[in-house]
């Protein structure tokens, strides 16, 4: 199994650099028909931050590319289960993906309520606003 760094993923995702697009590409494919891709957490973290900050993508769009990434055939996941509920929770909720991976490694570690002052965080089920 092989692992690529956020911002070759980048290139896959945005495609908005020829030369390292077809590189991360073939890379890509080499990796999966070998023995496969991890995808580290907060690569997925790392790549919502910067579809977002850098690309200015909404929220949707980011959670459908996401989507499709953890979906491909070949791709294991480090904490499959957090980072699935993590994205699902993002797609529907208002705070960042990063939030929701840590609410979810809470839950999976029995550590509720996750304290935040993050008022879009604590929305979410487990989490609660420091007061």
């Excluded at 699935?84 to 490694?105: H, K, W």
């Amino acid at each position: 199994m092989e692992t690529f760094d956020t911002n070759v993923l980048v290139r896959l995702l945005v495609r908005d650099d020829d030369e390292q697009c077809q590189r991360a590409e073939a890379a890509w494919r080499v990796a999966i028909a070998a023995s496969g891709v991890l995808l580290p957490t907060v690569v997925l973290v790392e790549l919502a931050w910067v579809l977002r900050s850098a690309y200015r993508f909404d929220r949707a769009t980011i959670a459908a590319a996401l989507g499709r990434l953890v979906d491909s055939a070949g791709v294991t996941l480090e904490d499959d289960r957090a980072a699935r509920l993590a994205l699902a929770a993002f797609a529907a909720g208002r705070a960042d993906l990063s939030d929701y991976v840590i609410l979810e490694v809470a839950r999976s570690r029995n550590a509720l309520p996750l304290h935040t002052f993050d008022e879009r965080l604590a929305e979410a089920e487990g989490a609660t606003t420091v007061r």
